[in-house]
């Protein structure tokens, strides 16, 4: 998996040809050593309205297509 691709579940597809993924990233704190994780909302691009919901899928990054959404559904993993 390249840094253009991204892998998450879907929480949402109630807007025609668009998704909305969580991706979740795990990092070390820097002081601690605590392990903490941060979530990110990226909206994608569905052309085939293919994901459902709960889905893991993997995105690609691409042009922009509207103002939030430049991201695109490149498979449905499970």
Request: aromatic share 4%; hydrophobic share 25%; proline share 7%.
């Given at each position: 998996?390249?840094?253009?691709?991204?892998?998450g579940i879907v929480v949402s597809t109630k807007m025609d040809k668009t998704i909305v993924v969580v991706v979740e990233?795990?990092?070390?704190?820097?002081?601690y050593?605590?392990?903490l994780s941060k979530t990110k909302r990226y909206l994608a691009h569905d052309e085939n309205n293919i994901a459902?919901?709960?889905d893991r899928?993997?995105?690609?990054?691409?042009?922009?297509?509207?103002k939030r959404k430049s991201w695109t559904l490149k498979s449905v993993i499970s």
């Open positions: 998996m390249s840094i253009t691709e991204k892998t990233s795990k990092y070390r704190h820097p002081q050593s605590k392990t459902k919901l709960g899928v993997i995105l690609g990054q691409t042009r922009p297509i509207s």
